[in-house]
């Protein structure tokens, strides 16, 4: 069994899906767009492109659609108990940090 993601807010949900390889293989290609190609291969390329604040993974524009595409189809769509107290989806967090709206 796989421990709950640490999804707090819509920004944690957004980096846990962008860390999923097959959903971001699935959303370039259903949007034909190329999110996540190009991450460096070698530590120290990751290491140059950190120093200067280049993500070779990260086209603004792809970028917007991935948002919104997690917003319409992931977080949109979370039961709401996911989001009450105690929390049946993510049980290692007891705060009120799950709060959300659904504007």
């Given at each position: 069994m796989t421990a709950a993601p640490k999804v707090r807010t819509f920004t944690d949900c957004v980096l846990y899906c962008f860390e999923n390889r097959e959903?971001?293989?699935?959303?370039?290609r259903l949007f034909g767009c190329t999110l996540g190609v190009g991450i460096p291969r070698s530590?120290?390329?990751a290491m140059v492109d950190r120093a200067c604040g280049h993500n070779p993974a990260m086209r603004e524009d792809e970028a917007q659609l991935f948002i919104h595409f997690v917003y319409?189809?992931?977080w949109s769509r979370l039961p709401d108990e996911c989001?009450?107290?105690?929390?049946?989806?993510f049980p290692e967090l007891s705060?009120?940090?799950l709060n959300r709206s659904r504007q």
């Amino acid at each position: 069994m796989t421990a709950a993601p640490k999804v707090r807010t819509f920004t944690d949900c957004v980096l846990y899906c962008f860390e999923n390889r097959e959903l971001v293989e699935q959303f370039n290609r259903l949007f034909g767009c190329t999110l996540g190609v190009g991450i460096p291969r070698s530590s120290i390329e990751a290491m140059v492109d950190r120093a200067c604040g280049h993500n070779p993974a990260m086209r603004e524009d792809e970028a917007q659609l991935f948002i919104h595409f997690v917003y319409d189809s992931i977080w949109s769509r979370l039961p709401d108990e996911c989001f009450e107290q105690p929390n049946p989806c993510f049980p290692e967090l007891s705060d009120s940090a799950l709060n959300r709206s659904r504007q």
